[in-house]
């Protein structure tokens, strides 16, 4: 009888269930453990309002403010020049530099003197000739009345048949010479007022050439108006100048100038920062309220000035659209970093300009996440979306619906899903505000 192999399948199966329930019934239990705290463990920090301002950073090229160029006001050969007139010097104020041959100026002054002198002497003259003819006037009316009286008296004796007709003709004539004689003394006596008014104006006119050749014989002499550092000459010791021509460039050594360029968007903040009063007009910030240094750094060598904002240019640099912020620092003053600093023209310096300190909201830098920040907020995670309005020293300055009091989570949450559980990593430190930047 032959064995069928199919039907050993079934007995098969049945062992092997039987064994996997023993082996499961048999084995050693696994230890659990508790589920454990899931919340984050983060550092916070109280959210508090901190005066700060906004600060801009500029460079730009010193330059003198005050800037004196020498022009010719007058023609002719350099008779002196003075030995020290070498570019980079200082000189004192009053120092003559230059001279011009003053030799054709002083003749022209002696001859100015001259006619003045003349026509001085002519309207004295004018004034006495006046009196004479006013003396001579009251002399030849008398005269005039009495050869009128003489005139009717022989009239009368002719009309008595006692005087020849001849005799009043002649008389006649005399009256009437006379009469002419006093019409002369009283047209010259009128004419007078006139004629002195020519003559004053003439003397005025004489004034004025003597004046104007003493000034042109003191353009001769060229002396410096204040202490100037040379910056330039272009005359040589008997080189013959024009009218016009520059002679001599010098610079002021008191006050600096420099033309900071600062971006568009700094200079909106400063500027925001002056027009936070209520009230205040956006055309007219009052820029002496914003604090400026500048500064200079050379290897070892670095020197820092205070400086004050004057103005702003006006126009923006096509090349790098920036603006131009024109500070003033004051040389030789109190203030100065060394009793040896000085600050040359074209030197490149740093600046550094402060606006307005204003109430803001001062976060870390490592607590933005792009334009949001994380709050810790009843053991969750809020997430706050904000604005920044700008950076300084590390810190972040943003707007946002924040709350005095609110604690600013600095550490970075991966991943943040709004409404997730947290916990504070150390306690201390939820009362640390930011530092004070400003």
Same mark, same amino acid.
């Given at each position: 009888m032959k064995f069928n192999r199919k039907l050993l399948f079934f007995p098969a199966v049945i062992v092997g269930i039987i064994i996997l329930i023993v082996a499961i019934e048999t084995r050693p239990k696994v230890p &659990?453990?508790?589920?454990?705290?899931?919340?984050?463990?983060?550092?916070?920090?109280?959210m508090k309002l901190t005066h700060?301002?906004?600060?801009?950073?500029?460079?730009? $090229?010193?330059?003198?403010?005050?800037?004196?160029?020498?022009?010719?006001?007058?023609?002719?050969?350099?008779?002196?020049?003075?030995?020290?007139?070498?570019?980079?010097?200082?000189?004192?104020?009053? &120092?003559?530099?230059?001279?011009?041959?003053?030799?054709?100026?002083?003749?022209?002054?002696?001859?100015?003197?001259?006619?003045?002198?003349?026509?001085?002497?002519?309207?004295?003259?004018?004034?006495?000739?006046?009196?004479?003819?006013?003396?001579?006037?009251?002399?030849?009316?008398?005269?005039?009345?009495?050869?009128e009286t003489e005139l009717k008296r022989l009239q009368d004796l002719r009309n008595k048949k006692v005087a020849s007709q001849s005799d009043v003709d002649t008389q006649q004539?005399?009256?009437?010479?006379?009469?002419?004689?006093? $019409?002369?003394?009283?047209?010259?006596?009128?004419?007078?007022?006139?004629?002195?008014?020519?003559? $004053?104006?003439?003397?005025?006119?004489?004034?004025?050439?003597?004046?104007?050749?003493?000034?042109?014989?003191?353009? &001769?002499?060229?002396?410096?108006?204040r202490d100037l550092r040379i910056s330039s000459v272009?005359?040589?010791?008997?080189?013959?100048?024009?009218?016009?021509?520059?002679?001599?460039?010098?610079?002021?050594?008191?006050?600096?100038?420099?033309?900071?360029?600062?971006?568009?968007?700094?200079?909106?903040?400063?500027?925001?920062?002056?027009?936070?009063?209520?009230?205040?007009?956006?055309?007219?910030?009052?820029?002496?309220?914003? $604090?400026?240094?500048?500064?200079?750094?050379?290897g070892s060598y670095t020197a820092v000035w205070p400086a004050k904002v004057t103005r702003v240019s006006d126009s923006v640099d096509p090349t790098h659209a920036t603006i131009g912020v024109i500070l003033e620092i004051q040389q030789g003053v109190k203030g100065m970093p060394t009793p040896t600093a000085s600050m040359i023209s074209g030197m490149l310096l740093r600046a550094k300009i402060e606006g307005v300190q204003s109430p803001q909201w001062v976060i870390p830098e490592m607590a933005l996440h792009g334009n949001k920040v994380y709050l810790f907020e009843d053991g969750k995670l809020k997430i706050l979306p904000v604005s920044v309005q700008y950076r300084r020293d590390q810190k972040?300055?943003?707007?946002?619906?924040?709350?005095?009091?609110?604690?600013?989570?600095?550490?970075?949450?991966?991943?943040?899903l709004s409404g997730m559980q947290l916990k504070l990593e150390k306690a201390a430190d939820e009362s640390k505000p930011v530092e004070d930047a400003a």
């Open positions: &659990t453990k508790p589920a454990g705290d899931r919340a984050k463990p983060v550092k916070v920090m109280a700060i301002a906004p600060e801009a950073i500029g460079f730009g $090229q010193a330059s003198a403010k005050f800037e004196w160029t020498a022009i010719a006001e007058v023609s002719g050969k350099v008779v002196y020049r003075n030995p020290n007139l070498e570019r980079g010097r200082v000189l004192k104020a009053g &120092t003559e530099v230059l001279r011009i041959d003053p030799l054709d100026y002083e003749l022209k002054l002696v001859q100015a003197k001259a006619d003045l002198s003349s026509s001085e002497t002519q309207l004295k003259k004018l004034a006495i000739e006046f009196n004479n003819n006013k003396s001579s006037l009251a002399i030849e009316k008398n005269r005039l009345q009495l050869s004539q005399a009256y009437l010479a006379q009469r002419k004689l006093v $019409q002369d003394s009283e047209n010259k006596v009128t004419l007078y007022p006139d004629e002195r008014k020519v003559a $004053q104006a003439l003397v005025e006119v004489n004034k004025a050439k003597v004046k104007e050749a003493e000034r042109a014989l003191a353009k &001769t002499s060229i002396v410096l108006p272009d005359i040589e010791l008997n080189q013959v100048v024009n009218l016009q021509q520059n002679m001599l460039t010098a610079q002021g050594l008191d006050v600096m100038e420099v033309e900071a360029q600062v971006s568009i968007h700094d200079m909106q903040l400063l500027t925001q920062s002056l027009v936070s009063k209520p009230g205040t007009d956006a055309r007219f910030p009052d820029l002496s309220r914003l $604090q400026a240094s500048v500064s200079v750094s050379s972040v300055i943003v707007s946002g619906d924040f709350k005095a009091e609110d604690r600013l989570i600095l550490n970075d949450l991966l991943p943040a």
